[in-house]
Every structure is written in C-alpha cells, then in structure tokens.
C-alpha cells in the first residue's frame, strides 16, 4: 500500500506548456518535501512544507500544501527541457518516532524542445 | 548546506562475495541514516533506519542478514550487501538526518551495485 499517491506517473510535454504533479493520501503529515532526481544522482530537496493551506514559490515551480496536510501540487509553469527528471514527493508521518520519509512513486517528466 | 559523501558510486562484484557502501555526513551530525534501494524509473523504497549506537530498524521484507547495516558514529553509516546476487543489482542510496529543527534529509549520491 502506497502512503503517498503521486499522479501522474509519467508526463511528457512540449517546451513553454504548463503542467502540475500531486501528491495525495488519507494520512495527515508533519512536513511534505518533493524533491527532483537525475538518472544515476541522488534526489536533490526541491522545497519543503509544513504549513497547512501553505504555498511556495521557486522560480517557475510553485508548490502548495494542502490546508489538512493530507495532499501537495507541484505547478511548474513554462516547462524547459531542463526540467527534465523525476520528481518525487515524499512525506514525514506525523506521529512518526523515527523520522520516516515516505515517498510517492514519481513523476517522470520529460520536456521536448 | 548540508553535504552526505556516499561511495562507492558503482561497484561491479561477483556472485556471492560481499559489497559495503559507506554514507558520511560531512559537515553535521546525522543521528537518523535511512537507506534505500531503487529499480530503474522508480521511487526510493525505504530498506531500514538506523539511528547511531542501536539496531537498525529493517522494513518488511528486507533480510536483515543479507543487508547489514551499522551506524557506529555520528558520521558514518555502512550498508554491506552479503553474498550478492545479480538480483542484488541496484542503485543504493542513503540519507541522513540531523539534530535540530532540521526538516530535510540529505541524500547521498547512491551506489549503482552491479552482481555479476
């Protein structure tokens, strides 16, 4: 059972196209963190949310949290093939003893010039 | 920031010999180290966590005798892969987590283990 919902799984769009990921579950999380992996890398912390109803902006990715701390969107405006990568959503349960990061299964997102 | 050393970064090794990935957190203290295994275009599953000076704790359905796994300082946690097999083949990462009001995990930059 996957904690973390992430859709789409893959996504490929034209270069200047807008496009959002999300990330759902039924569980309430303390913190929500995506992060963008490239092939043979390590994933790299894109932003993370803590706040309820929270929303943050990196450039052209806007990411929002949802007010009950069950969902995330990552919005990327004006995509560029350097966007190119898998994205991944991964989450801290609240409640968690060890610290738990769970991940969603990824979006791998491909932009065409 | 915060910098996670992982290495080897790829390792070829034959089938039934052992491997061990070293993770170092280089400039803070990681007492949670959580590694991870994933398969080509899929998310990282979570294999165990380990906080320094105590057991790992393995998810279900990792072997914890073939993934040993010590965290023995603040610095340095080491995944050792026992008698690999070629279904052993993946990319390895660890992370870690530090003391404080630190809400990111660092990610090293994984270890593609080849079994031949």
């Known amino acids: 059972t996957q904690l973390l919902e992430q859709s789409p799984q893959f996504l490929s769009i034209q270069e200047g196209e807008n496009l959002t990921v999300y990330c759902n579950s039924s569980?309430?999380?303390?913190?929500l963190q995506w992060y963008r992996q490239e092939p043979g890398e390590g994933p790299v912390l894109l932003v993370t949310v803590v706040t309820g109803g929270e929303v943050k902006k990196l450039k052209r990715l806007t990411f929002q949290f949802g007010d009950a701390r069950k969902d995330s969107s990552l919005h990327i405006t004006a995509a560029q093939p350097g966007d190119t990568g898998l994205y991944l959503c991964a989450g801290v349960s609240r409640g968690s003893t060890l610290g738990r990061l769970y991940f969603g299964r990824g979006t791998q997102l491909t932009v065409w010039p | 920031g915060a910098v996670v050393s992982q290495h080897p970064s790829r390792v070829i090794c034959k089938s039934g010999t052992s491997v061990k990935i070293e993770c170092r957190s280089l400039?803070?203290?990681?007492?949670?180290m959580f590694w991870y295994r994933q398969f080509p275009k899929q998310s990282l599953m979570l294999m165990a966590t380990s906080n320094e000076g105590s057991k790992a704790t393995y998810e279900q359905g990792v072997e914890k005798d073939k993934f040993l796994i010590n965290h023995a300082s603040l610095t340095l946690s080491t995944l050792t892969v026992t008698s690999a097999h070629p279904e052993d083949s993946s990319f390895y990462i660890c992370?870690?987590?530090?003391?404080?009001?630190?809400?990111?995990?660092?990610f090293g930059s994984g270890t593609r283990l080849t079994v031949v």
């Open positions: 569980s309430v999380f303390s913190s």
């Open positions: 400039d803070f203290q990681a007492t949670t």
């Open positions: 992370s870690a987590r530090g003391t404080g009001a630190r809400y990111g995990y660092t």
